[in-house]
């Protein structure tokens, strides 16, 4: 949920909605960030998702929208931290796959 954070045109329904989406299995995790929904005054264009899931070891694969990521992602093992950066797309859906 997002707004200007500045006036009350929340109230009038000037707000843009993420729906945030992650399921996971023994073998994979699948991250779905759709495009937000609703305008408000002074939104920016697109928005950038900096990621982070824990997972006990680094992954075999990572993947956005099918295509594999090579150097877009960094897994710390001491903290057990994946990281990824996300640009949004207006149009698409972002699919992150983590095997």
């Given amino acids: 949920y997002e707004d200007d954070g500045i006036t009350e045109a929340y109230l009038e329904g000037q707000v843009a909605v993420t729906e945030i989406c992650c399921a996971a299995d023994e073998e994979t995790l699948e991250l779905t960030i759709p495009p937000r929904q609703g305008t408000y005054e002074g939104m920016p264009e697109r928005r ?6 824990h997972l006990d070891e680094a992954p075999e694969r990572v ?17 057990g931290v994946l990281r990824i950066r996300v640009i949004e797309d207006r149009e698409e859906t972002a699919r992150l796959t983590v095997r």
């Avoid at 950038?48 to 899931?53: A, K």
Wanted: hydrophobic fraction near 40%; avoid cysteine; glycine fraction near 4%.
């Fill in 48 to 53: 950038v998702w900096d990621v982070s899931i």
């Fill in 63 to 79: 993947e956005l929208n099918r295509d594999p990521l090579a150097d877009e992602w960094s897994y710390d093992g001491e903290a």
